[in-house]
């Protein structure tokens, strides 16, 4: 199975802070990589795909990049609404792997 | 709009089995991979396999093979998963998800997921 290592686990930042999540692959997934972001409580939500390109009706402060075993999503100016954890997944390969979750909380 | 409406939550007891569903609305059903994922208390998420309505096949996780039974209904758009021979292990959030299609490819990441299914195994 390919494993997904997200990083870091938390983190704690100011509304209008640009933040960056991690998730390296154990091996090359060639961009076949997605973002979700989970509210608390609820179910998670797609937010980039194709490691770089954004789902319909995220707003643009989100963006993915990376490419091989490197990947990162990145959130500028940080809104209280983007409180949440996030994960990253692999589609490149049978089974589909998440990586373990950043949560994100406002200081 | 799509929607995924899952089945409400479950307390059953160890060593039974449980089956839940997910009745999809707002898209052609056959035309979709359906994919279902656990979620264990405050962790990530696992991928337990998926079903393609049109014709009922299947491909699992490793992990899940003899534990979960993926099944639709065609006539009511509805996808159902039975998780046999429960523990505590498997005391869980359970959503089902659809897979994007552009109607020529699919890709592998999920577009549109269900609110879950708590299941509490507990004696």
């Known amino acids: 199975d390919i494993r997904m290592t997200q990083s870091p686990a938390s983190l704690s930042a100011s509304l209008g802070e640009t933040v960056n999540i991690e998730c390296l692959a154990s091996?090359?997934?060639?961009?076949?990589l997605a973002w979700y972001q989970q509210k608390p409580g609820k179910s998670p939500q797609l937010l980039i795909y194709?490691?770089?390109s954004l789902q319909n009706g995220v707003p643009s402060r989100f963006s993915g990049s990376g490419s091989g075993t490197q990947y990162s999503l990145k959130i500028n100016s940080l809104q209280s609404e983007d409180v949440a954890t996030y994960f990253c997944q692999q589609y490149n390969n049978y089974p589909f792997t998440f990586g373990s979750g950043t949560k994100l909380e406002i200081k | 709009q799509v929607k995924l409406l899952q089945s409400g939550a479950a307390l059953v007891k160890p060593g039974a089995s449980v089956k839940m569903s997910c009745k999809a609305s707002?898209?052609?059903?056959?035309?979709?991979?359906v994919s279902w994922v656990k979620q264990s208390h405050g962790k990530s998420l696992e991928w337990i396999g998926e079903?393609?309505?049109?014709?009922?096949?299947?491909n699992f996780n490793e992990k899940f093979k003899g534990k979960a039974t993926l099944t639709v209904d065609k006539s009511t758009s509805t996808a159902y998963m039975e998780l046999s021979r429960l523990t505590s292990e498997d005391s869980a959030i359970y959503y089902c998800t659809r897979f994007y299609y552009d109607g020529t490819y699919y890709y592998w990441y999920f577009d549109f997921w269900g609110p879950g299914t708590m299941v509490t195994v507990s004696s």
């Open positions: 194709n490691a770089n």
């Open positions: 707002g898209y052609t059903f056959t035309d979709y991979w």
């Open positions: 079903i393609y309505p049109n014709s009922g096949a299947t």
């Open positions: 091996e090359d997934i060639y961009s076949d």
